[in-house]
């Protein structure tokens, strides 16, 4: 199961109870999050799924932003950065024009440091975790 650090347990509970969520699924509005914004669709959007096969939570930290979730063993997420449209080097940040992402690994932390302007984490059912900025 994937942890989440906003919310209140009896509104997970409630969200997860709904007859139209997927099982441990949150959604973005019983999570209190703001409905999503739709960006400017020539822009370059990078997905990077994550997943947790080992036997031990993983924390998964999300840079600049000082960002962490923890994630269960079996649990899956999707990091979404969008670059800047029509840009000569799209992913603010990067010393490579090509590349969105930047990854470290240290025992049970995997680091990933989004280059785009905007940075989504989505759970394995598509909804929306967390929204920079």
């Known amino acids: 199961m994937f942890w989440r650090r906003l919310g209140t347990p009896e509104a997970d509970a409630a ?27 020539a822009a ?6 994550v997943t947790n ?18 994630l269960e063993p079996g649990a899956r997420v999707t990091v979404v950065t969008v670059g800047e449209a029509g840009a000569d080097w799209p992913w603010s940040g990067s010393s490579v024009p090509d590349e969105p992402f930047e990854l470290q690994y240290l025992a049970d932390m995997l680091v990933v440091w989004p280059y785009g302007d905007l940075v989504l984490l989505l759970d394995a059912a598509g909804n929306e975790l967390y929204r920079y900025p």
């Open 15 to 41: 969200a997860a109870t709904a007859p139209d969520s997927a099982p441990g699924a949150v959604p973005v509005a019983a999570a209190g999050a703001r409905p999503p914004e739709p960006w400017d669709p």
């Open 44 to 49: 370059p959007v990078a997905r990077l799924p």
């Open 53 to 70: 096969d080992g036997s031990r939570p993983l924390e998964l930290f999300l840079e600049p932003y000082c960002w962490s979730e923890w």
